[in-house]
């Protein structure tokens, strides 16, 4: 059944006229999941108005509705948490507060999937959407390259026939893209398995731990841990799930030229976490799940807790390693099938510019715009770009396989 009082307080909120107490009774409203199907029918009114198509897809409305829901637990999280903790705000709560803009710009913009520091267009139902020029882009899906310990190459993913040695020690299931270490290996080496730019997949190690690996990544493993601890090396973005093990510590090991001290080594007894070494991001970071892990960099160490995030600079001049915490369900988010974004213009268009491996160039000055939200990854280029540009802050267009970048006003 229609609630008229949800559509009356949609509406206020949309207009940016709802007060406080109607803001609260709103919230109420999308907390329940008797109106979601109205919920639905709002947000899609509002996007779909200045548009041809009727109808919004079933994925990206889920989409919405998760991320207002998200919107709505973190407030509860920030403010019974900043109450009893000595942290910096501005620091622990930087993602979470941002939040808040996102739920804004999300309805009033009519896409509740992204938000930016600016919030809306004067008038978003007018707003044109750049015209998108060459090929539209699929998303990336299960690829990856595997080298084994013997010096075969294997490529994977779905509709190529993947084939390893009889003994090699290692498994493929395709449907679920990802290989198996077999624990009956019977010879001792490494393999190394590779994703391309627009490529993931999922390792099952001899342990039994799990590592899912981000579009332009790479880890390389033992056919057989032995000795006293479990190493691999990796480059790119790896979540792990380790298989608790006193006796025998795991170990990722880390390069980076342009870090002082050489590399760097995350060590773990059982636990989640994530990393990421991008060589175009500003940073090394590692994002603590669940667990606890002892971040080293050069002679210095750090111990993370769950929900806080080390930081080490490319380019450092010494060893420094900076504790935040952050929204670990962000930071993870690739590995279950969404973008979620929250940072400026440059930030998102580098993970993008992987996943559906494409060329990126800016023109003009778009340093400044900044975005926070989340939409999946199965969607094709231009849905997401059109989503971004729907903010009002920057336009796009795909030409010849590069993205210009370009700010509105």
């Given amino acids: 059944m229609w609630d008229k009082r949800l559509e009356h307080l949609f509406k206020l909120y949309y207009q940016k006229k709802a007060s406080d107490s109607e803001r609260v009774e709103l919230m109420n409203f999308l907390e329940n999941d008797h109106y979601q199907e109205q919920i639905k029918d709002l947000i899609s009114n509002l996007i779909t108005d200045d548009s041809k ?5 079933q994925e990206v409305s889920n989409d919405i509705l998760t991320s207002i829901f998200q919107t709505t637990r973190n407030e509860e999280v920030d ?3 900043a109450e009893s903790s000595d942290q ?5 709560y930087h993602v979470v507060n941002n939040w808040r803009y996102w739920l804004a710009a999300a309805v009033i913009s009519g896409i509740a999937v992204l938000g930016g520091y600016s919030l809306i267009p004067s008038h978003p139902q007018t707003l044109p959407l750049q015209n998108f020029v060459g090929k539209d882009l699929p998303p990336g899906n299960d690829r990856a390259q595997l080298a084994l310990w013997d010096g075969t ?3 994977l993913g779905n509709g190529v026939d993947s084939k390893v040695p009889q003994n090699s020690g290692v498994k493929i299931n395709i449907s679920e893209g990802e290989i198996i270490s077999d624990k009956k290996s019977y010879s001792v080496g490494y393999n190394t398995l590779s994703t391309p730019l627009g490529g993931q997949y999922k390792v099952i190690l001899p342990d039994g731990s799990k590592a899912w690996l981000n579009a332009g990544s790479s880890i390389r493993f033992p056919t057989a841990f032995t ?3 479990r190493t691999v090396a990796m480059s790119g973005e790896v979540y792990f799930e380790i298989q608790r093990n006193k006796q025998m510590p795991f170990t990722v090991q880390l390069s980076d030229k342009k870090v002082d001290g050489g590399n760097m080594e995350v060590t773990v007894l059982g636990t989640h976490f994530n990393i990421s070494s991008y060589a175009d991001e500003p940073s090394i970071k590692t994002t603590l799940v669940e667990g606890a892990v002892e971040i080293k960099q050069g002679n210095v160490k750090k111990v993370l807790l769950p929900g806080e995030q080390a930081r080490v600079s490319h380019g450092a001049n010494k060893s420094a390693i900076l504790i935040k915490t952050v929204d670990t369900q962000g930071v993870v988010a690739w590995k279950e099938g969404r973008f979620e974004f929250n940072g400026n213009v440059q930030e998102i268009m580098r993970q993008i ?3 559906y491996n494409v060329q990126v160039r800016y023109e003009g000055n778009t340093d400044k715009k900044a975005f926070t939200g989340a939409i999946s990854r199965k969607n094709n280029i231009s849905d997401v770009l059109k989503m971004l540009e729907l903010t009002g802050e920057v336009q796009f267009v795909i030409d010849n396989g590069t993205i210009v970048v370009k700010p509105v006003h």
Wanted: glycine share 4%; hydrophobic share 30%.
């Fill in 53 to 57: 198509d009727n109808t919004l897809a």
């Fill in 79 to 81: 403010n019974n948490v």
């Fill in 88 to 92: 910096p705000r501005s620091e622990r």
């Fill in 153 to 155: 190459i294997v490529e």
């Fill in 227 to 229: 000795g006293d601890k």
């Fill in 353 to 355: 510019a992987r996943w």
